[in-house]
């Protein structure tokens, strides 16, 4: 369920963001990836000793820091304007991006644990799922709530946000 949480409430952040990066701050497509692979590939260089923390450290602590992390990024990322920095944001991906390696070895580490060697393939699909359906419940919503406010707005005429 925490991983079902986690991507529910993340996944379309960055869809998010790279709408914010080319309609609000005019970026062209490939400098919003930029944005994107900072952090990512920040979170993946720390991502070894995420899985180490979590071997000595209480693996749920570690998933509820990240959770945390991850809360606190999206916080922020709520309260972006048109005169909020792109280093601010970068700034502000990092720490998302740290919240969700804390976050995601730890859950594995923790479901995993919790189920005999007989079930490891049944236990690693659940979390699969569970990512999976997160997403695309995540994207649902953003495409609800994207319908309701942009019903009957020609999206080449008027301004969509107003960041």
Excluded: W
């Excluded at 944005?35 to 998933?63: M, Q, V, W």
């Excluded at 005999?116 to 609800?144: E, N």
């Amino acid at each position: 369920m925490a991983a079902l949480i986690n991507y529910s409430c993340t996944f379309s952040a960055s869809y998010l963001l790279s709408l914010y990066l080319q309609l609000v701050k005019a970026l062209p497509s490939p400098a919003c990836r930029f944005y994107f692979d900072c952090p990512a590939a920040f979170a993946g260089y720390n991502l070894i000793d995420f899985c180490r923390a979590s071997e000595k450290i209480e693996p749920r602590k570690l998933a509820t820091a990240g959770m945390v992390l991850t809360t606190i990024g999206l916080f922020v990322f709520s309260l972006f304007s048109s005169k909020t920095s792109l280093v601010f944001a970068v700034a502000n991906l990092i720490v998302m991006g740290i919240g969700f390696g804390l976050f995601s070895s730890p859950n594995t580490n923790v479901v995993m644990s919790c189920v005999p060697k007989s079930l490891y393939g049944t236990a690693s699909s659940t979390i699969s799922v569970m990512r999976v359906v997160g997403q695309a419940f995540s994207m649902a919503i953003v495409s609800f709530v994207s319908s309701i406010f942009l019903k009957g707005v020609n999206c080449r005429t008027k301004t969509i946000f107003s960041f």
